[in-house]
């Protein structure tokens, strides 16, 4: 079955009881049990619900995966995996990561002993030096956020299985239109499924998809057990969302190419971080494990001036300045104040994040309205 059709039909059969095409919004909080422990595969809401039920089945065939788990958001889902280690264990994660991610490694686990250690991870030998006897756990974002820098998957999943570690892909900025990570050698691949999956900005939703019988058994205990589960209507409109996700995100990847290549004819705009370019470093990479180059592209100014940045970001008509990305509409955002201010500044520089890099998240608008905007807010500042 083709993706086109996977987003459609996979895991989707019309309901039993009434032949509705639509899977219904089961809104229950528990299920009337024959005989104490006699049920029809349903106990509490917590648990298990059938439309979540239908929603992770599905989600793990769009990922070319056996086992699919629904969380309450993004980082609930990062939250579970991390639940998986112990005091004294060591995650590596990419250097250049959204902030939401390095915030709950640094402040939330690491005062249970669990350590993050941040990698430049665009060439995959240089992974080896920074792997201990405690590292159990590599995370990886591809193109990261918010530089779009690319990671080589298949060889940092060559380098993990050799030391018997796990290997987990945050695959939000691509969807699995664009990239398909357990394909490659991940175990495990996490979604902030608020974002392109469900693509309408009205959900706040995640999940995690795994081949590992033994990964999938334990995350769904602590699924049960902590419960930060999305409830049955969230989990509606992520499958409503999910029907439309190759044809929204195409339109999107072919949106940002032309956005990027006006941007970096651009006088007022020194750099464009965007994977899409044949000089884009690990282009080759990017090229070979993703299907198009995305729709998100980040920009520094010639100026390297907040305010000038400010006028920009203030600027826009068509691109609304809001956090978040992946929706059907164009998004202009500053992460330096916005999605990664939980950061350090140092930190965020060592990786590029300077005071006036500018991130858009490219929506499925006509690409001369958006041009146009974009060229009317760059005025302000040229």
Not at 15 to 36: L, N, R
Not at 177 to 199: C, E, M, R, W
Request: glycine fraction near 8%.
């Amino acid at each position: 079955m083709k993706f086109g059709t996977k987003v459609i039909h996979a895991g989707i059969k019309p309901d039993p009881s009434t032949g509705a095409i639509m899977t219904p919004i089961y809104q229950t909080s528990t299920y009337v049990q024959e005989a104490p422990g006699k049920h029809k595969g349903y106990e509490y809401a917590r648990t298990q619900n059938p439309t979540r039920s239908v929603l992770e089945e599905n989600l793990a065939a769009l990922e070319n995966g056996k086992y699919g788990l629904c969380y309450a958001s993004g980082l609930a889902a990062m939250d579970a995996i991390l639940k998986l280690f112990a005091p004294g264990d060591e995650i590596i994660c990419t250097n250049d990561i959204y902030g939401g991610s390095y915030r709950l490694l640094t402040k939330i686990f690491s005062v249970f002993g669990l350590k993050g250690v941040f990698v430049d991870m665009t060439n995959a030998s240089d992974l080896s030096e920074a792997i201990t006897s405690h590292t159990k756990m590599i995370w990886i974002e591809t193109p990261t956020n918010p530089m779009l820098s690319i990671v080589d998957i298949e060889s940092v999943c060559e380098i993990a299985s050799k030391q018997d570690i796990l290997v987990c892909v945050d695959n939000t900025f691509c969807s699995p239109f664009l990239q398909n990570p357990l394909d490659l050698g991940a175990d495990l691949v996490t979604h902030s499924a608020t974002k392109y999956i469900n693509g309408h900005s009205d959900v706040i939703h995640g999940c995690i998809i795994t081949n590992n019988e033994v990964l999938d058994e334990k995350l769904r205990f602590l699924q049960n057990a902590a419960g930060a589960v999305p409830g049955p209507m969230d989990c509606f409109l992520v499958l409503r969302g999910i029907k439309t996700l190759h044809l929204r995100v195409e339109r999107s990847c072919q949106n940002a190419q032309k956005i990027a290549e006006f941007l970096r004819d651009h006088p007022a705009v020194s750099k464009v971080y965007y994977p899409g370019f044949e000089d884009h470093p690990n282009h080759s990479i990017a090229k070979k494990q993703m299907s198009m180059f995305g729709g998100m592209v980040s920009f520094d100014l010639v100026s390297n001036s907040y305010e000038m940045a400010e006028k920009i970001l203030s600027g826009t008509k068509l691109f609304s300045l809001a956090e978040s990305l992946g929706g059907v509409e164009s998004l202009i955002g500053h992460p330096a104040s916005m999605t990664h201010a939980s950061i350090p500044k140092e930190e965020r520089e060592k990786v590029g994040l300077t005071d006036s890099l500018i991130r858009l998240s490219v929506g499925v608008e006509d690409v001369d309205d958006l041009l146009q905007d974009l060229d009317k807010a760059l005025k302000l500042v040229s």
